[in-house]
Nanobody
């Protein structure tokens, strides 16, 4: 079992920056598949950024060049999302997702088993 706790959300003006963190607890014997998703009320959940077991990354087109996903050096415990040049349309609840490598669950799959409680990001114009 993996527990995920996000932090770092808040309210900023357009053009500002935030850094989200997601700390993983529990049974973590190796690197995890990890990703950030977001969801605004009334909209579908969308993948924002994901990092694979080899450290390769994937981004939604809407955030490319503005957001950066990263992990701590051992890739086990902490996931980050650096968000720059924020836009009002980035407003959403942001969720961290993770899964074990034997689950072959990567990218923006809807099959992640473990989710955090979410952290709210609000960008005003």
């Amino acid at each position: 079992q993996v527990q995920l706790v996000e932090s770092g959300g808040g309210s900023v003006q357009a053009g500002g920056s935030l850094r989200l963190s997601c700390v993983a607890f529990g049974y973590i014997p190796s690197r995890l598949y990890m990703a950030w998703f977001r969801q605004d009320p009334g909209k579908e959940r969308e993948g924002v950024a994901a990092i694979d077991l080899d450290g390769s990354t994937r981004y939604a087109d809407s955030v490319k060049g503005r957001f950066t996903i990263s992990q701590d050096s051992d890739g086990k415990n902490t996931l980050y999302l650096q968000m720059n040049s924020l836009k009002p349309e980035d407003t959403a609840m942001y969720y961290c997702a993770a899964d074990y490598p034997w689950r072959y669950c990567n990218g923006f799959s809807s099959e992640y088993n473990y989710w955090g409680q979410g952290t709210q990001v609000t960008v005003s114009s």
